[in-house]
Structure formats: structure tokens, C-alpha cells
């Protein structure tokens, strides 16, 4: 007879069958430690995905005390709450904590009032937003540019082309002559086949001066990069701007023209009875009014008004009488339009030179808010006309079409024929990928984004349709995620083309394999590249490859994924977890 075996006790618990749980199980196998996921249906495609993974799975609800339990969770290192139900990560953080009060966690959070209300109900917790950190590198592939601020260890410092800097500290990316691109190249590069491979993005010293540094805020509780004219996480427009928006929203440019110009013809009127007839600003203002709107004609009726004022004041009326006529179609027109079309309903002004995302979820209004906060028109799609978040897009000024992106119309509602770009980001590939064809289809050579999970479709599309540059929310999400189970900092996460660099900091423990090691243990081609060494308070930056490291050292390091869960084995003793 077989004896009962003790159950495994797992370092690492997570709670998710989506595409963040997926990818976490991922990152986390790469530490070689017990893992464990909470899956409440296994009938979810990324369950059946993460079962053939390997590691272990409880199937239940992860509120139930009895499941968190048969997870281990009462031994476990650190529980990630991966999925989308901010009520369902609090209540299930509650219960875990009672079960293990000394239990790291890390939580994923939408709600930004809620998460900073919550964050003192628990000893030790991270709050993330995938939306948050991956929404750059989607603005970034609109914008182009490539500059981001970052601050590290109490400096400000910007990844981007040589040229936005004034001294390099780090190679982030070279291109070769074929334009094949590599991330973390040496510093000093060799020459190949007679010309040397261009180094086109860095990490170095801001071209600003002191007082436009000064100007930044702290970054301390933010994980995204930067851009030097957009210095914070959310868009929170001011009142002006914002009421500016809603009005231009409302109206078509047909509409805004005809009032500026009624508003034209009551000035010169005004202006007129104030010269030659002689009479104070607020009478003319009056009588003007009256006049153009023809409800105040007997003004000009008194014997003692000159004949030339009289034939000026029926001229206005007639010119009153048109631009008012034309003003109440105009009104009558939109209106009708705007109800009439709550399907398929067409941005008003006929924008040129705009941003098309289609999806309003949480990356999708994220994405929006963060490329109107930069000075670009945006036009919204979205299927579902009770989505939550058509009310804060109106309160920013969003216009938004009620269609499935997929079809042409909506598209051409949307006038993609002069847009900027299209970015694809709903939660579906399928839809984001049908997008991307039907707007080639319309005007071949759009730029267009797509958001894709599948690593292996994005690959694909881009190398055999050319289609479009693909970004995914959970590959950019999962490394700060597992940083922060490993309670280690990511301090900034750098999109480059369809890849991400990621900025940490690191501990050094006593017993891992980098106690009473030289830094060059760590700092490899391609992965990781040591950026500052701190000791007792002393920060020193590029330190020398053959620096011997001790326990409560800090190194600041930049990282590509796969480089920073190698640092991440290196800096953390599993044993001591």
C-alpha cells in the first residue's frame, strides 16, 4: 500500500484562466519553482492552454477558502490575482491573507480610485494595471518617435534615437545592414562586412535643460515609460479643454462655420450702430441682435435714423434671415443624424489626420485617453452600444461609432480613407486580425496595429501579409507581474518596435548565485545590461564589469523579457522564499 503523500507546497500561486494567467505560468516555470493556478472553468481555452504547461491546477472558485487551500496558498510565497473582476481579486485577496498573513500579493487592479481606497487593507500587495503598462507601447507604434523619460535611482534619463540625447549610457537596439534589429548590443560594436551595424535607440542623458527636468514628476508608483510631453499615467484633460471637446463632438464643422459667422454679422452690426449712429455699446448690442434676427426692425423706423443706416439695417436682416434659416437645417440635420444613427453614427467635422481604435475595453480607452493627452484626433468603435466606458469617452471629448470594425461601412464612417492610423485592440484576434484585412482592403498601405496574443499568428501576419505591427497586453504585463511577486521593482517598461525593454532593480541576496560575484556574472549581450551599482547610498552608474557583488546590493539593470527572468534566477535565493 502506497502511503499518502504530502501535497506540494507551492512558491507561487495564480489565480486567471485569460491570456495574463497564461503568460504569468510562463515567466514563472522560467524561475524552475513550484507553480500553482486556480482555475475556476476548465472548459476556458487558456485553461486547456495552461494545462498542457504542466503544472498543477485546482479547479473551483478562487473565493472559496476550501480551494485556496488545496492551492497551498496557506504556504505559498506570493498569489497573483490575474483575472479581469476587480470585486472577485479583492474579495479572494481577503481570504488569502487570512490564510496567510504573511502572503505576497499581487493584484490586478482596473479601477484606479478603487485600487488606491483598497491598498492599505493589506500588508504587503502590488496593485497592476495590464492596460496601463501595455498602452504605451501601442501609442509609441502610432507616434513613432521612440522617446520616452524614465527615472532611476533619483535621475532622469531618456531611451531614444541618438540624437534626442546628449551622452550615452546604454546601446538599446542596433540595425544591421539588412535591417534586422537587436536589442542590448555590446558598447563597442564590431564592424561588419566594412560598415558598422547603426545604433538608432539609447538610453542616455535628456537634451532638456534643468528646469524642464524639473517639471517631472516622481515616477516611484509608475511602471511605463514616459514620453517628454505627456508627464502623466491618465488622461485627465482640464475643464476648458474638455468642454471644448464635447463641443466640437456635438457639432459638425457645417455647424460651428454658420454660427461663427452669425456671430460675425452681429459684431459688425454692432459696430456699425456704434460708429455712425452714435449710440453706446450696450444699445448697440440690442438693437443689433433685434436687427439680425429681424425682431427688432422698428429700431430703424424713427424719423431721425439717416437713410443710409436704414438701408444697412435691411441688408443685415435679409443676410440674419439666411444665416439662421441655414443654422436651424444645420441643427435639425445633425440632430436627426446623430439619432438616427446610434448603429453606424459619423464622427462630426469629417476629421482628417486621425487615429482609428477599434475596441473600447480597458487597453482600448487607455490607448484613446493617451494619444488625445499627446494632440491627436481620435475616432472611436465600438460594437457594444452598453459598454460602461461610452460615458467617460464622451467626458473626454471621444467621439465614438456604434458598428463592428470589421465592416466596411462602419470603417468609411470612421473615414479611414483619412486616417492616420487604425489600431485593432479588442480582446478578440480573430476581429482585431478580420480589421486589419478589411481596412487593406479599403485603402492598402495603412498603417494599422493590431493587438494579438498569439505570438506565433503575430509573427505570421506581419511577415506574410505585411499587415500591420502586432503588440500584445499580456506579453508586455507578465514580467512586471513576476517582478513583483519576486518582490523586485520594474521600474519603467520601454516599447521598441514589437518588442519591450524593461528597466529593474534587483537585490542581491546572500546564498544566490551572484553573492560574491563580479557584476559581468550578470551583465550578458542581448539580455541584461547593468546599468547602476548602489551600495551604502552610493550610486555608481556603468560600474566596472569586475565589481564583486554582496548581500543588499541594488543593481538597476535593462532588460529584455527573457534576460530579466534570467536576473531574476541569479538575485533571488528560492530556498529563502
Given amino acids: 500500500m502506497q502511503p499518502d503523500l504530502p501535497e506540494p507546497r507551492p512558491t507561487f500561486v495564480v489565480c486567471g484562466s485569460g491570456s495574463l494567467a497564461l503568460r504569468l505560468v510562463r515567466e514563472l516555470q522560467r524561475l524552475d519553482d513550484a507553480v500553482t493556478v486556480i482555475v475556476g472553468n476548465p472548459e476556458n481555452p487558456f485553461a486547456r492552454r495552461i494545462a498542457r504547461t504542466g503544472v498543477r491546477i485546482v479547479y473551483g472558485s478562487k473565493r472559496d477558502i476550501e480551494t485556496l487551500q488545496e492551492a497551498g496558498v496557506q504556504h505559498a510565497q506570493s498569489l497573483a490575482l490575474a483575472d479581469s473582476d476587480d470585486v472577485g481579486n479583492v474579495h479572494t485577496a481577503l481570504t488569502a ?6 502572503l505576497r500579493l499581487v493584484m490586478r487592479m482596473y479601477r484606479r480610485r478603487l485600487a488606491e481606497r483598497i491598498e492599505s ?86 537634451a532638456m535643460g534643468a528646469a524642464e527636468l524639473a517639471k517631472i514628476p516622481p515616477l516611484e ?50 459696430l456699425a450702430f456704434r460708429l455712425i ?97 499627446a494632440g491627436l484626433r481620435v475616432v472611436a468603435i465600438e460594437k457594444a452600444e452598453d459598454n460602461s466606458r461610452l460615458l467617460r469617452a464622451r467626458r473626454v471629448g471621444l467621439p465614438v461609432i456604434h458598428g463592428d470594425s470589421t465592416a466596411e461601412e462602419v470603417l468609411r464612417a470612421a473615414r479611414v480613407e483619412h486616417a492616420r492610423c487604425v489600431l485593432a485592440v479588442t480582446s478578440d484576434d480573430i476581429t482585431n486580425l478580420e480589421t486589419g484585412l478589411a481596412v487593406r482592403a479599403i485603402r492598402p498601405g495603412m498603417p494599422v496595429v493590431l493587438r494579438l496574443f498569439d505570438g506565433d499568428l503575430a509573427k505570421r501576419v506581419e511577415r506574410r501579409l505585411g499587415l500591420a505591427i502586432s503588440r500584445s497586453v499580456s506579453f508586455a504585463a507578465a514580467p512586471v507581474f513576476v517582478a513583483a511577486m519576486l518582490d523586485r521593482a ?17 537585490l542581491v541576496n546572500s546564498g544566490t548565485d551572484l553573492h560574491q560575484k563580479p557584476i ?29 557583488l554582496s548581500a543588499g546590493d541594488r543593481l538597476v539593470v535593462v532588460a529584455t523579457r527573457d534576460g530579466l527572468s534570467a536576473a531574476l534566477r541569479l538575485t533571488t535565493n528560492m530556498a529563502t522564499l
Avoid at 540624437?163 to 537596439?173: C, D, F, G, K, Q
Avoid at 502623466?232 to 459667422?261: D, I
Avoid at 516599447?495 to 529593474?504: D, E, S, T
Avoid at 548602489?534 to 560600474?543: C, G
Fill in 490 to 506: 520594474v521600474l519603467a517598461v520601454i516599447p521598441h518596435g514589437p518588442r519591450v525593454l524593461l528597466i529593474a532593480e534587483l
Fill in 97 to 102: 491573507q487570512d490564510l496567510n498573513p504573511q
Fill in 221 to 270: 508608483t509608475l511602471l511605463t515609460a514616459i514620453r517628454p510631453e505627456n508627464w502623466v499615467a491618465a488622461y485627465r484633460p482640464p475643464k476648458w479643454r474638455t468642454l471644448l471637446a464635447y463641443f466640437t463632438t456635438l457639432t459638425s464643422t457645417r455647424l460651428r462655420l454658420l454660427a461663427a459667422g452669425l456671430m460675425f454679422l452681429v459684431g459688425a452690426t454692432v
Fill in 121 to 206: 487593507l493589506f500588508d504587503e500587495c502590488t496593485l497592476l494595471s495590464p492596460a496601463d503598462i501595455a498602452a504605451p507601447s501601442f501609442v509609441d507604434a502610432v507616434l513613432g518617435d521612440g522617446s520616452h523619460l524614465v527615472r532611476v535611482a533619483g535621475r532622469v534619463l531618456q531611451a531614444g534615437p541618438v540624437e534626442s540625447v546628449t551622452s550615452v549610457l546604454i546601446p538599446l537596439a542596433q540595425t544591421d545592414v539588412y535591417g534586422n534589429i537587436a536589442l542590448l548590443p555590446p558598447a563597442d560594436l564590431p564592424p561588419s562586412s566594412g560598415a558598422k551595424p547603426e545604433v538608432d535607440f539609447v538610453l542616455g542623458e535628456p
Fill in 277 to 373: 449712429w452714435g449710440i453706446d455699446w450696450i444699445d448697440a448690442l440690442l438693437r443689433a441682435v433685434g436687427v439680425v434676427t429681424a425682431t427688432g426692425y422698428d429700431s430703424l423706423l424713427s424719423a431721425d435714423v439717416p437713410h443710409g443706416m436704414k438701408f444697412f439695417g435691411t441688408g443685415v436682416m435679409l443676410l440674419g434671415l439666411f444665416f439662421i434659416a441655414i443654422l436651424i437645417a444645420s441643427v435639425v440635420d445633425d440632430f436627426i443624424s446623430e439619432r438616427g444613427g446610434q448603429r453606424i453614427s459619423v464622427p462630426m467635422g469629417k476629421p482628417t489626420g486621425h487615429v482609428i481604435t477599434c475596441g473600447l475595453g480597458r487597453v482600448g480607452m487607455r490607448v484613446a485617453e493617451q494619444l488625445l493627452e
Fill in 520 to 548: 559581468e556574472t550578470l551583465d550578458r549581450e542581448g539580455e541584461v545590461r547593468v546599468l547602476a551599482h548602489l551600495r551604502d547610498a552610493v550610486t555608481n552608474w556603468i560600474p566596472a564589469p569586475d565589481t564583486t
